[in-house]
């Protein structure tokens, strides 16, 4: 197989975790490139459900090789939760896990300050996974992070340690009014962490650049989405890193020239979790009745999703952003009972229909949808195997939506476990 990135079109939660799971067989390696466990990746397999945070959801097939690429911010304590997690129902870790000693490391004064700014934000909070991502990047691109293989040299760790204790616990103090953290307490913590974790530290750039030489494969699984990247997303209501598809190449050492394919994972309906304009979201009514159909509840926090119709404006800028070069629809299964069904294909704001995701968040805000109603199929479609068996107006559906974003549908989900999966060739 080529070497492909797996990102998400939407709000995130598209589904990344299953698509990397059927897709994993084929590759050698799976790469995590950016985000930390603000991810909750669900992959079901028979009975058994995992939720990855961290980790690559390749690790469950055995003799893949998982990484987790310089782009990443790693809780360590989180990060040997999962290991511990993964070794408990028999999955073995220690040769298959490799991190990059340039991921920057997370540090309970990240999650401290998450929470803090958040709160002092009141109503116009992020609504953030409270995990430490935003305060963990925001030091990384200050230069005062603390990375991998600074954690495992005693000497930088005290030095860089003392440094970033000066500068934050007067922050803590003086304009949160907490008390701050002790230097020896977290050193202790942060030296058995970085004695255990050891051994998955590598230069995962040489890694990952000798096995695509050997002409191994790479599947780059993307976290959150693109409308949540940094750049791309409906800033500031996003994430601190870039989800979409040059992240791949940034957070990982390998070179744009090596990535072969994007695939977008877009839910048939669109999902957001946290706060931010969603100019989609359904009525209370069916909101429920989706969430609840739709199993929408967050997988790192618990937190109800809020659920809308499709937004072609939405994947549209995704198509664009990514270059994506092809899409996988999941969650067909979940409007099996909608009587019709829409799609947002403009925005109206003061007079004016945009059909181009606008940057401008009071247009996201405060827009009219314009819709294309459709009539729904009123069939159980989980048990559908192939897309020509699909009744004839989910297929109608989907190849609307194909035709709106001008990119093929090569993969189909209808439920969460792996069998409820088609191609549509
Ligand atoms: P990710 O973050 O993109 O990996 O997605 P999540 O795991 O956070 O959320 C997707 C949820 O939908 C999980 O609970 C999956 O088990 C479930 N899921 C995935 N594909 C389908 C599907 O086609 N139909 C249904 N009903 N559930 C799905
Ligand atoms: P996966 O990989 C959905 C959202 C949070 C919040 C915003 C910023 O499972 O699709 P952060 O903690 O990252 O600073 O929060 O981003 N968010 C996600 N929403 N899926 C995710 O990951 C998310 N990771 C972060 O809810 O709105
Ligand atoms: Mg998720």
Redo the contacts with the bound molecule.
């Keep these: 197989m080529p070497n492909v990135v797996i990102i998400?079109a939407q709000w995130?939660?598209?589904?990344?975790?299953?698509v990397?799971d059927i897709l994993a067989p084929k590759s050698d390696f799976v790469v995590r490139y950016q985000g930390g466990n603000n991810?909750?990746?669900?992959?079901?397999i028979g009975k058994d459900?995992f939720?990855l945070h961290l980790i690559p959801?390749g690790i469950l097939h055995k003799g893949k090789i998982c990484v987790i690429g310089n782009g990443v911010v790693v809780d360590p304590k989180a990060l040997l939760e999962e290991i511990a997690m993964l070794e408990a129902k028999g999955v073995k870790v220690d040769g298959r896990l490799f991190i990059s000693n340039e991921a920057h490391i997370i540090f309970p004064y990240h999650r401290k300050l998450d929470e803090l700014k958040e709160k002092a934000k009141k109503k116009k909070k992020i609504g953030t996974t409270k995990k430490g991502i935003g305060p963990c990047y925001s030091d990384k691109v200050a230069r005062s992070g603390i990375r991998l293989i600074d954690l495992l040299n005693d000497r930088v760790l005290k030095e860089k340690l003392k440094a970033n204790l000066a500068e934050k616990n007067p922050i803590f103090t003086k304009i949160y009014g907490v008390s701050g953290y002790s230097f020896k307490t977290l050193y202790k913590e942060y030296k058995g962490y970085a004695a255990r974790i050891k051994r998955y530290a590598r230069d995962t750039t040489v890694l990952l650049n000798d096995a695509i030489a050997s002409k191994k494969s790479i599947l780059f699984e993307g976290?959150q989405?693109t409308l949540l990247d940094v750049d791309h997303g409906t800033y500031p209501f996003v994430t601190s890193s870039n989800a979409t598809a040059g992240g791949a190449a940034t957070g990982t050492g390998v070179g744009p020239s090596k990535i072969d394919k994007v695939i977008g994972?877009v839910k048939a309906y669109t999902t957001r979790v946290g706060e931010g304009p969603f100019p989609t979201q359904f009525d209370p009514d069916l909101l429920e009745k989706i969430r609840q159909?739709?199993?929408e509840f967050?997988?790192t926090t618990g937190r109800p999703r809020r659920c809308g119709w499709f937004d072609a404006l939405v994947v549209r800028h995704s198509v664009r952003v990514n270059g994506l070069d092809e899409i996988v629809i999941?969650?067909?299964?979940?409007l099996d009972e909608l009587k019709s069904i829409k799609i947002c294909t403009g925005y109206r704001y003061k007079a004016k229909t945009y059909r181009d995701f606008p940057s401008d968040i009071e247009i996201i805000k405060n827009c009219e949808p314009v819709y294309v109603t459709m009539p729904g199929w009123m069939t159980d479609t989980?048990k559908v195997k192939s897309y020509s068996r699909l009744p004839v107006n989910a297929k109608k559906y989907l190849d609307y939506i194909q035709k709106l974003l001008g990119t093929k549908i090569v993969l189909v989900?209808?439920?969460?476990d792996r069998k409820?999966?088609f191609s549509n060739r």
């Design positions: 998400g995130g939660d598209e589904g990344k975790g299953k990397i991810a909750g990746h669900t992959v079901v459900k939720v959801s976290a989405g994972i159909k739709g199993g967050g997988a999941t969650k067909l299964d979940v989980g989900s209808v439920g969460c409820q999966t």
